[in-house]
Nanobody, 116 residues
Framework: QAQLVESGGGLVEPGGSLRLSCVAS????????MYWYRQAPGKERQWVAG????????QYAVSVKGRFTISRDNSKNTVYLQMDSLNAEDTAVYYC?????????WGQGTQVAVSS
């Protein structure tokens, strides 16, 4: 059974930075594409970024491109999301995601709040 555990969220001022982590277990981490999503209050969950299994290719939502960086360490079964130049619109619960065959797995999420 795949498990994903996110951490690193918190309260940050506008313009600040945070790094989220997601530790994976229960599946072959190094052979799977990994994703970050977020869900703001009252809104649908939205895709933020994805990274290839080897970490050599990444894609980003337009709203975060140039400010967020996704990376992974396959030796630690961990995927990261470095978030810079944060603004109020980035306030959300951030989720790690993996799709294995017909199944989709989510972590419990980590809250990010951007406020002065």
């Amino acid at each position: 059974q795949a498990q994903l555990v996110e951490s690193g969220g918190g309260l940050v001022e506008p313009g600040g930075s945070l790094r989220l982590s997601c530790v994976a277990s229960g599946f072959s981490f190094s052979t799977n594409v990994m994703y970050w999503y977020r869900q703001a209050p009252g809104k649908e969950r939205q895709w933020v970024a994805g990274i290839s299994s080897g970490g050599d290719s990444a894609q980003y939502a337009v709203s975060v491109k140039g400010r967020f960086t996704i990376s992974r360490d396959n030796s630690k079964n961990t995927v990261y999301l470095q978030m810079d130049s944060l603004n109020a619109e980035d306030t959300a619960v951030y989720y790690c995601n993996v799709r294995i065959g017909v199944y989709t797995y989510w972590g419990q999420g980590t809250q990010v709040a951007v406020s002065s």
